[in-house]
Nanobody, 122 residues
Framework: QLQASGGGLVQAGGSLRLSCAFSGRTFSSYAMGWFRQAPGKEREFVAVIRGSGDGTYYADSVKGRFTISRDIAKNTVSLQMNSLKPEDTAVYYC?????????????????WGQGTLVTVSS
């Protein structure tokens, strides 16, 4: 149901844009989140956007650098990542939660994409 894309290799200070395609007819019913998992670490919350697109929330580590958005007409959610740092290196996952409220815990999400690798070189 979820297909993430857009990862790659970028130098520190650079930008990448991740996209996640949602397969289904009730996209606006789902809050959409991005998480990431670095090697040897647990999966962590990055950003989330409400189903209606009118509310967002970010992890402190990415606030001011990353922007989450959604296109309800195209059934996609995006993560614009600017001023990337080596510590942003991870596999990034999009996730869907069939609820209106924002959530930051992995077990609060119902569906997960396959992940896309982001590597930031110093």
């Amino acid at each position: 149901q979820l297909q993430a894309s857009g990862g790659g290799l970028v130098q520190a200070g650079g930008s990448l844009r991740l996209s996640c395609a949602f397969s289904g007819r009730t996209f606006s019913s789902y809050a959409m989140g991005w998480f990431r998992q670095a090697p040897g670490k647990e999966r962590e919350f990055v950003a989330v956007i409400r189903g209606s697109g009118d509310g967002t929330y970010y992890a402190d580590s990415v606030k001011g650098r990353f922007t989450i958005s959604r296109d309800i007409a195209k059934n996609t959610v995006s993560l614009q990542m600017n001023s990337l740092k080596p510590e942003d290196t991870a596999v990034y996952y999009c996730a869907a939660r069939k609820a209106w409220a924002i959530a930051t815990m992995t077990d609060q999400y119902d569906y997960w994409g396959q992940g896309t690798l982001v590597t930031v070189s110093s």
